[in-house]
Each structure stands twice: as C-alpha cells, then as structure tokens.
C-alpha cells in the first residue's frame, strides 16, 4: 500500500499519522447476464479493493433473484470475518432490478447520505441518467452494506469517489472505519 493516495480525497484529506487499518470485504455482483468470466464490474472493484490494501473476503456472483440475494447478504452479515459488503447490479428501475428490496429490509441503520453523495457524484459522470440508479447503504449487525449499480462507471465512480475514502482509517476528519468498533454498541 502506497503512502501516496492515487486520486485527492474529496471532503477530506489523508493523514498519514493515522495508521491504515485493512477491512474484509465480500463483494456480491448480481446479474442475469454475467457469469464470473464476464463480471467485468465485479472484477473493477476486486481488483480496487486489494489495490487499496483491503481483504477480499469473499466474492460470489448470483441472478436476479430477491431471496438469495437477501440470504447471500445475511449470511456475510452474520460473518464476523466480514466488515464489509458491496453488491454491484439489480439497482435499476427494471423488473429484475431488486437488490435494494432484496437487501434494504436487512438494514439496521440507512445512509441515507450515501444515495445523496452517490447522485452527486453520478450525475457528474452520466448526467440525468444518474436517476435511474438506486444505489443505497445500511447498516447491520456491525457490517457496512453498499450497494452500486452494475455499470463499469457506476463500479469506478462508487469506490473511487465514495466508498473508498470512507473506508481509508487515515481520511480525515472522520471515516466509517473508525466508527468499526462502536457499530453493535447498546
């Protein structure tokens, strides 16, 4: 891992005081029309997230299909070996579309601020298109959820702009990281 972030950090600033601290990440692409030899998507945010120093805990691809996406997130949610999780594809306004209904209802805690900074940053790379996306993030049971469109833009706009930043423990003045510890607080 580089001292030298790649791109600035919107909102923020690096400190390089701060120690880097690795999360575990399981990356879920859901689609009708991919398998693993063509998630090119998927492969944009692995290959992100070990760039960035993170664990790709686990990583698997499914249908369209509400259930076992909700059961595939809930399964990571009960892993304490996973800190994260980043589904790409089903946010559209189609049919098949699902994973916000699929995964929302598991959240403890909505971020509602992601879906704003998400539009924002969106917008400046496809325009009006950006409101066919229901990208979303929650919390449950100590574990992030972000959910990304399955475009290869939405993929490098999410984690490049958004995600990444906030999973850093250096950015400053303040990261999801190190709110970490305190998520399953009573």
């Known amino acids: 891992m580089s001292d030298t972030p790649v791109l600035p950090a919107p909102g923020g600033k690096l400190v390089m005081e701060r ?3 690795s999360v575990r990440i399981a990356l879920l692409t859901v689609s009708d029309s991919r398998d693993r030899a063509t998630d090119t998507s ?6 992100r997230i070990e760039e960035a120093g993170h664990e790709l805990a686990a990583r698997t691809l499914v249908r369209d299909d509400k259930n076992v996406i909700a059961g595939t997130v809930q399964d990571w949610i009960e892993d304490e070996a996973i800190d994260v999780v980043i589904s ?5 306004l189609t049919g098949r579309d699902v994973t916000p209904e699929a995964v929302m209802p598991l959240f403890e805690k909505h971020i509602e601020g992601f879906a704003v900074v998400w539009h924002m940053v969106s917008y400046q790379s496809v325009g009006l298109s950006t409101l066919q996306s229901r990208a979303c993030a929650g919390v449950a049971n100590g574990t992030f959820i972000f959910c990304l469109p399955g475009s290869n833009g939405a993929c490098r706009d999410g984690w490049d702009k958004v995600i990444r930043w906030q999973l850093d423990s250096r950015h400053a003045p303040c990261n999801m990281v190190e709110l970490m510890p305190r998520l399953k607080e009573v």
């Open 19 to 21: 120690p880097f601290k």
């Open 42 to 47: 998927g492969d944009i945010l692995a290959g």
């Open 88 to 92: 790409t594809g089903g946010t559209g």
